[in-house]
């Protein structure tokens, strides 16, 4: 599909006009982006289900584009993995995540992990794993406080490649954690096989547990499935105080969610810190 969308441009028809000049003018905003400082990293805290205590924090990818705003990743990082632009934005992703829970160690005297989100496209890039490593190394931060999060996307192209860089990643002592777990109709096989320490519960599940009995039977059953693997679990998307309970309950592990903190830029995530220290 992919050298068919070069071809594409040069025979479109009036309707894929606009719709591919849209693109185009996106991508070459997408590719001066990241000289011109537009991106920035929100924070948004993971906590013990029991305590409410900070365990992690996840990094979230925002563009602040002078023409279009805001952008949140679901509009540009399809196009950034598309067009290749995901490796050059997710090396600085991982470095700027990296640096961020090194200063938190500092501030706080604790470990922080801190979960950076992989694309497949990045994940299959030669220099990934090297480029880890090389993150960690340069920023001193211990590998077992780095978690990357990649979805069974990628875990169902079912490559040798795909398996031999989970296995360097893990025995480098990263963590790796299954994102969006229950949407990619994926068979669990892999769960087995492949390394992975943690699996983060879609929120389409968290978010009608207290309503529909067949997302809290499928909450309790991934929890309990995951335990018995020796994996953790999170829960995503978690906004309201009766999930938390039902959570606390089922023994899920951590949780993540509006409940808690939106994700936050790091001023403001800084200040959440430390009045969560307190
Ligand atoms: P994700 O990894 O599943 O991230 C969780 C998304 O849920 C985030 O959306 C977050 O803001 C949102 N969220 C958190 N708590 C709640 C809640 O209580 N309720 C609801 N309704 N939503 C909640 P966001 O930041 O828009 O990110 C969307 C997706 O973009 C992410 O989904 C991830 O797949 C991707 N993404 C974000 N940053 C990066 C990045 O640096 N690299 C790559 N490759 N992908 C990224
Ligand atoms: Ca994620
Ligand atoms: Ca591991
Ligand atoms: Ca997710």
């Not at 196009?79 to 470095?95: F, Q």
């Not at 068979?187 to 978010?207: E, G, M, N, W």
Request: aromatic share 8%; charged share 25%; with cysteine.
């Amino acid at each position: 599909a992919k050298s068919k969308g070069k071809s594409a441009y040069a025979h479109f028809t009036p309707e894929m006009t606009e719709v591919s000049q849209d693109r185009l003018q996106m991508e070459s905003r997408l590719r001066r982006a990241l000289e011109l400082k537009e991106l920035e990293l929100n924070f948004q805290p993971i906590v013990h289900t029991d305590s409410g205590n900070l365990c992690a924090v996840e990094a979230l990818l925002r563009w602040r584009n002078p023409a279009m705003g805001l952008v949140m990743p679901d509009r540009f990082i399809p196009l950034a993995e598309d067009t290749g632009l995901i490796i050059p934005i997710g090396e600085w992703v991982l470095e700027q995540a990296c640096q961020a829970a090194v200063r938190w160690k500092a501030v706080t005297g604790r470990d922080i992990g801190i979960s950076v989100n992989v694309s497949p496209r990045q994940f299959r890039d030669p220099g990934f794993p090297d480029a880890v490593m090389r993150t960690l190394a340069d920023c001193g931060l211990a590998p077992a406080l780095l978690e990357l999060e990649v979805t069974e996307r990628l875990i169902l192209d079912n490559s040798i490649e795909t398996a031999e860089i989970l296995r360097r990643l893990d025995r480098a002592g990263v963590r790796l954690s299954v994102d969006d777990f229950g949407t990619g109709y994926s068979a669990l096989s892999y769960l087995k096989s492949y390394p992975f320490d943690t699996l983060k519960i879609d929120k389409s599940f968290v978010q009608d547990v207290m309503k529909e009995p067949e997302d809290a039977s499928l909450v309790k059953a991934i929890i309990n499935m995951a335990h018995s693997l020796g994996l953790r679990v999170i829960a995503e998307g978690v906004e309201e105080e009766a999930q938390t309970h039902f959570l606390k309950q089922e023994g899920c592990d951590f949780s993540q969610g509006y409940f808690y903190s939106r994700p936050l830029p790091h001023q403001k995530f800084e200040e959440w810190l430390e009045s969560n220290e307190r």
